[in-house]
């Protein structure tokens, strides 16, 4: 026993004497760290050069063009763009607010276990997905050759020409294509929350409404939304194709004021300018969506942009430490 | 004294496969009933037939004197609804194997969740009652952390407490430990051993043989869909009959 221990002993005590003499060489973090040369990329400084060279080009081409860059921000807050902008705001939330709800009671429909329902749901979708937005809207529009009247009985009776103005084309049009690829999207999210959560539900005595409700629809939220914040911002940016029914949002403002003032190539990039102002909006809201949705989910929230900010100045503010 | 559960001939199967084919059994008031056997023998089915999550396809199963999932008028059985279902479950708490605690609520929220949402009780009194779980189980420092941010062990004592929230009078619960890293069964056990000191009735599917023997009062042995023995822990485990339950047992001790 001892003869075995002494051997062990004695390369212990070296480690204790180099210890002290060691420390002060190396950062307090840890070991010496490698010092070796890099490997040089050389095809990255090619690439990089080759695409900086094409972008230089790109940007010089629009310099020669007979382009009168300062008509866009002269017309950039104009009352007619911004008319238009504000519709096409209007159209994309309410058009969405329809794609939501009603997406959510297709979805509902579609997984429920009544054969009618889930086959009508299925028939909406199959529809609305397989014909192009642009042709609906056409239709929408053009009914009104078949149609004289609206009449919803007693309800409400109207010439359809009067009842079917530009904006409820638009709204319908966009409205009821959006709420099949929403109701595709809730109905993904809600299978994606794990059985066992409504069996929990379930056995602590919940009701299928109360467990829908409470576990499973927050739960599916986190699935659904960074797919519905996509489709917002298609929503947006399809909001232009309303044009073919009259409805003056942006992109026809654009064109009205490009008409008078006779700058179209600038209008049209006014408005994709404002689209792209517009979409980063979005963005943005729907990164503190996610964020909020996924509490619970990892061990710690990501970082908001002002948090990493923040963090990236206090970590540069402070000397990189260690003598190396 | 009415059994707590009674099953009377209770057979299962899903599309082709008969599961459990002939399940008689009775567990009394206050009593720790252990299910053991190897996997596929329709312990875990059985459980879950007793709160209604599997309808049975024959036989009779009751809790406290009640039938599960039918009320019986003369010789005619009727489905219950949804909602008389949903209230027979309010007695019964369930653990599972995989915790399934809802992840986007802190541990008390969890804990708070069926009084507050099932009983309609005040948030407070929910509380109140959510902090005495926790502490119950070890876990007031944790009550506002999320089950992400838990240890299995801690996340399944979490799990009780949400049941125990409803004031049973039947206690489910299915492989407990299976899911568990070996060092965090014991917490565990810990509060099972607890509730059983205080008297609540349990049925507990496991495969814990020392919990079974030290704390459970009836213990029953299946094997493809069938009680093979039953009797008490101390005997059935040590001085096994049959001779499925003593390879079973060779392998598992």
């Known amino acids: 026993m001892t003869g075995d221990r002494a ?42 050069v080759v695409a900086l060279g094409l972008l230089a080009s790109l940007v010089y081409a629009f310099a020669q063009g007979d382009i009168n860059w300062g008509a866009i921000p002269d017309y950039f807050f104009d009352d007619q763009i911004l008319e238009g902008v504000k519709n096409t705001v209007v159209i994309t939330v309410l058009a969405m607010l329809i794609g939501v709800v009603l997406g959510i009671v297709l979805a509902v429909m579609r997984l429920s276990k009544n054969p009618v329902t889930s086959a009508i749901a299925w028939g909406y979708i199959w529809f609305f997905r397989g014909t192009p937005v642009y042709v609906q809207l056409l239709v929408w529009f053009n009914l009104g050759i078949v149609f004289e009247y609206i009449n919803l009985g007693p309800i409400y009776k109207d010439e359809w020409s009067s009842f079917m103005t530009p904006f409820l084309c638009a709204l319908l049009g966009l409205g009821l294509n959006e709420a099949a690829y929403m109701a595709e999207i809730c109905r993904a999210g809600l299978q994606s929350v794990d059985e ?5 539900a379930h056995a602590l005595g919940m009701s299928h409404n109360k467990t829908l409700r409470r576990i499973v629809v927050p739960q599916a939220m986190r699935v659904i939304v960074p797919p519905t914040g996509n489709e917002v911002i298609n929503m947006l940016k399809t ?7 009259q409805y003056t949002e ?70 990189k430490g260690g003598a190396a | 004294m009415t059994a707590m559960v009674k099953a009377e001939g209770v057979h299962k199967s899903f599309g082709p ?21 190897p996997s596929g023998s329709g312990k875990s089915t059985f459980l879950r037939c007793i709160n209604h999550l599997e309808k049975i396809n024959a036989g009779r199963l009751s809790v406290d004197g009640e039938l599960v999932g039918y009320r019986q008028k ?18 019964i708490g369930m653990v599972f194997q995989r915790f399934n605690l809802f992840p986007h609520m802190t541990a008390i ?8 949402q099932v009983k309609g009780e005040s948030k407070a009194v929910a509380r109140a009652r959510a902090e005495r779980l926790l502490d119950r189980v070890g876990l007031s420092d944790k009550a506002k952390n999320y089950p992400s941010q838990l240890s299995g062990g801690q996340q399944q004592r979490v799990a009780i407490a949400r049941a125990l929230a409803m004031e049973p009078k039947l206690m489910l619960f299915d492989e407990p430990t299976s899911a568990l ?19 609540m009735t349990m049925v507990v599917v496991t495969h814990e043989m020392g919990f079974a023997r030290e704390v459970g009062d009836a213990l029953v042995f299946m094997d493809d869909g069938v009680v093979v023995e039953s009797g008490h822990p101390r005997d059935v485990l040590t001085n096994p009959q049959h001779e499925r339950t003593k390879s079973f047992l060779s392998k598992v001790l």
């Open chain 2, 109 to 116: 929220e969890n804990v708070m969740e069926a009084p507050i």
């Open chain 1, 7 to 48: 051997p062990k002993g004695t390369p212990v005590t070296d480690i204790k004497k180099a210890g002290p003499a060691a420390t002060p060489l190396t950062p307090p973090t840890g070991p010496e760290a490698i010092q070796a040369i890099p490997v040089r990329h050389y095809g990255r400084y090619v690439s990089a």
């Open chain 2, 181 to 199: 890293d070996p060092e965090l069964v014991g917490d565990v056990l810990d509060v099972m051993r607890g509730l059983a000191e205080d008297g």
């Open chain 1, 239 to 245: 909001s232009s194709l309303a044009v073919a029914v």
């Open chain 1, 196 to 200: 066992g959560q409504t069996e929990a």
């Open chain 2, 74 to 91: 003369g010789d005619k059985l009727y489905e219950l609804k949804d909602s008389e279902v949903a209230l027979k479950r309010r007695d």
């Open chain 1, 250 to 319: 942006l992109l026809r403002s654009t064109q009205n004021v490009s008409q008078t003032s006779g700058a179209t190539v600038e209008m049209l990039f006014l408005a994709a300018a404002w689209y792209m102002v517009l979409t980063s909006l979005l963005s943005i809201g729907q990164y503190y969506l996610e964020r909020y949705y996924a509490r619970g989910s990892s061990r710690s929230l990501p970082d908001t942009p002002f948090q990493k900010i923040r963090a990236t100045m206090l970590s540069l503010g402070r000397p």
């Open chain 2, 17 to 37: 496969a008969h599961i459990l084919k002939g399940i008689d059994l009775e567990v009394a008031p206050r009593e720790v009933f252990c299910l053991i056997g």
